[in-house]
């Protein structure tokens, strides 16, 4: 009786390309994993988005307030996204402006002399902001929101809903991948039984020239030696028009590539080299191109592989 072994599951194919938000209310007097309340007084907002990049270049945009809790976002973010130029930005908005303090006008007095005497000083001092009346409006009283559990339960909607959206990318590109692939064993497929034909062909053509001239149709020669020495050169010619080391080569590269597109994950970089890899198949396939159907195969796969590396660029 035999054991079924388990079945080892398959990441998708992730692109760097991807865009998500979301939004929550404010934390007083709401859970952490509660949406947007029907009068929130504030409501937090978090956005990421993501394009392709060789490394993980992350870069976040944080109000003031929220810029305690850049360490968290960044270990949420480097958790779930291994390569790309990632841009994450909260914002904090106001949305009940019952909610906004009264503010006394002798603090606003003050807060103009303030704000005159330094400058008077320092005349290079910004004046302050509408933000900052009101903040020192509240008073020292006033307690700070947490809004640490919201952050933390917005930034993991937001990545998940990137992740979805970068995977269903991943899997349009992975299907245009296997289409080249497809095209490229073709192609290769059509190349091999060429060889030999045009190998007959080029013996053929080097008998009649020794023929022509050698004087064979006199019979002022012998027929072996013109013979031996057009075989010699239709052999030489073989040797130098083989592209099946190449074709060999190319299918196992190819392979290679089917095999990370069905594995899926964190696959970008290798992709990157097979391509890579297989540029160089294709250059040395078209050197060896002695006749107009190889050239032609080795421009159709130098296109078909050009294709294949824009789209690679932009796999995870």
């Known amino acids: 009786m035999h054991c079924k072994q388990p079945t080892k599951s398959l990441m998708p194919v992730y692109s760097m390309t991807g865009y998500a938000s979301a939004q929550l209310g404010s934390p007083q007097g709401h859970s952490a994993t509660e949406s947007v309340a029907a009068t ?84 290079q001092a910004r004046a302050l902001s509408v933000a900052e009346v009101l903040r020192f409006s509240t008073g020292p009283s006033a307690a700070p929101e947490d809004w640490s559990g919201p952050i933390t339960t917005l930034a993991q909607q937001a990545l998940a809903a990137l992740l979805q959206a970068r995977a269903q990318e991943g899997a349009r590109l992975a299907t245009m991948l296997h289409e080249r692939v497809g095209q490229l064993r073709a192609l290769a497929l059509q190349a091999v039984p060429l060889v030999p034909r045009l190998v ?60 990370l597109l069905q594995q899926g994950g964190d ?41 294949m590396r824009e789209q690679v660029q932009n796999i995870e």
Request: cysteine-free.
């Open 40 to 123: 929130p007084s504030r409501r937090l907002g978090l956005e990421v988005r993501s394009v392709n990049s060789r490394f993980l270049d992350l870069s976040l945009r944080l109000p003031d307030e929220l810029r305690a809790l850049e360490p968290v976002l960044r270990t949420l973010v480097t958790q779930k996204i291994k390569r790309g130029k990632v841009e994450v930005r909260a914002w904090l908005e106001q949305t009940d402006t019952a909610a906004l303090p009264d503010v006394n006008p002798r603090l606003l007095q003050r807060l103009g002399s303030l704000q005159d005497a330094v400058q008077s000083w320092m005349p």
């Open 200 to 259: 007959e062909q080029q013996r053929q053509r080097f008998m009649e020239r020794w023929k022509e001239a050698m004087g064979l149709a006199e019979g002022s020669a012998t027929p072996e030696a013109a013979q031996d020495r057009a075989l010699s050169e239709a052999t030489a010619f073989a040797i130098r028009i083989d592209v099946a080391e190449e074709v060999t080569r190319l299918q196992s590269h190819l392979d290679e590539i089917e095999r």
């Open 267 to 307: 696959i970008g970089k290798r992709l990157d080299f097979l391509i890579q890899e297989l540029h160089r198949e294709a250059n040395t396939f078209g050197s060896k191109s002695a006749a107009l159907e190889l050239t032609r195969i080795s421009v159709d796969m130098k296109v078909l592989i050009e294709q």
